[in-house]
């Protein structure tokens, strides 16, 4: 897992956020184990309402807000980007996330 690897330049969290709530606890250990200036990659499913950190849906998959996710990263992060993205298809509909690219700081 995440605690035993070593310092790493990259980490990537792709289409696996949904399936946690909260993400402070996952995203201060990626600054942990980020080498200076090393890149987060994740993408997780929009949550439109800013006033709510995350919500789990009726698919069983965590939906997260903006603000939320720029909330728990600018402690340890810089924002390289921060986009609106279709994750995937699900019953023929779009899945709307958001694809965000963050370095740590030094």
């Known amino acids: 897992g995440l605690k035993s690897c070593e310092p790493a330049d ?20 990626v ?3 980020l080498n200076p200036e090393g890149l987060f990659a994740l993408t997780v499913e929009i949550l439109d309402d ?10 069983l998959r965590f939906a997260h807000s903006k603000r ?9 992060f810089s924002f390289l980007a921060f986009e609106q993205i279709i994750l995937r298809q699900q019953f023929e509909q779009d899945v709307p996330g958001y694809l965000c690219l963050a370095q740590k700081n030094k």
């Open 10 to 29: 990259i980490i990537i969290a792709c289409d696996t956020l949904p399936y946690l709530g909260d993400l402070k606890p996952l995203c201060n250990l």
């Open 31 to 33: 600054a942990q184990k």
């Open 50 to 59: 800013n006033d709510t950190n995350y919500t789990l849906q009726e698919t």
């Open 68 to 76: 939320y996710l720029e909330a728990i990263l600018k402690p340890c």
